[in-house]
């Protein structure tokens, strides 16, 4: 409608490393949004973004003594049917605007995201037996698993006070609000042993990614914030701006990991800061 607009945005690419057979990344993205109140007093947005990668990760060659090991650039340590990198973004934003008057606007935005990824990628290494004078043929790279496991959330709300007004000559652009928020982020990783080994020279990318799996940690920790703050920006000529402002900050913590080396924390800064 006259007041009302819709825009839809889509994405997406799938690409390779060059001289590189096995790796590749993949993205797809999509971001909808609907404004309406358009050219009135009180304006309403609503918008989403949505992406999701799907990767052959790469480690690249291994490190043989002082440098990357004269082998062929080609040459794949991980498992490609075993290795993989994946994350899912999600974000819903929700924008009100309200005009009060002619120089006054109040604004608030509330936002939500959640952030996942499932990681599993090949460090190769050098075995430690192989010394200055072994052949190359003869070095055997041993495949360390990094894996993890994660979802982060992000929960925020923006309430600002807008405001453009004059005293004498000199304009004002002022501004102040508070925003909160909480986020969290429970992370678990886990550890192989057992995982065959390759051939530095002929690394076979197509062995079957075998051995024994324990989860070496897993963490949670929620964090809160809250903050107050006012800007202002002074026109004293046209080509003449001076500008400053004031914040508060208040963060806490809460951290536990569960598994492993067991620790637990709560931690509260709060940090006044200006400019």
Do not use: C
């Not at 304006?43 to 090991?69: E, V």
């Not at 062929?72 to 049917?81: C, P």
């Not at 010394?131 to 994660?150: F, H, K, M, Q, Y």
């Amino acid at each position: 409608g006259e007041n009302a607009a819709f825009r839809l945005n889509v994405m997406g690419n799938e690409g390779g490393v060059a001289g590189r057979d096995i790796a590749e990344n993949r993205r797809f993205g999509i971001a909808p949004s609907l404004a309406l109140g358009l050219g009135s007093p009180t304006r309403l947005t609503f918008s989403y973004f949505h992406q999701t990668a799907d990767d052959q990760p790469d480690y690249g060659i291994p490190w043989l003594f002082n440098g990357p090991a004269p082998v062929n650039r080609a040459n794949y340590y991980g498992f490609a049917d075993g290795n993989y990198l994946r994350t899912y973004d999600d974000i819903g934003t929700v924008k009100f605007e309200h005009d009060l008057n002619g120089s006054l606007t109040l604004r608030d935005q509330f936002r939500y995201a959640n952030y996942a990824r499932n990681v599993l990628i090949t460090e190769p290494k050098v075995a430690a037996d192989a010394g200055l004078s072994t052949p190359l043929a003869d070095i055997e790279i041993t495949r360390n698993e990094i894996g993890v496991n994660s979802i982060e959330t992000n929960l925020d709300n923006q309430l600002d006070l807008m405001s453009n007004f004059k005293t004498g000559s000199l304009r004002h652009n002022f501004m102040a609000g508070v925003e909160v928020g909480r986020e969290t982020s429970d992370p678990t990783r886990p550890g192989y042993t057992n995982v065959p080994t390759t051939s530095l020279l002929d690394p076979d990318p197509y062995q079957v990614l075998s051995g024994s799996v324990s989860i070496k940690s897993r963490v949670q920790t929620t964090a809160y914030s809250q903050s107050v703050y006012a800007l202002d920006s002074v026109k004293l000529t046209s080509k003449l701006d001076v500008s400053g402002g004031i914040r508060w900050d208040r963060f806490s913590t809460d951290y536990l990991q569960s598994v492993g080396v067991t620790s637990s924390f709560h931690r509260v800064d709060t940090k006044p800061t200006w400019r």
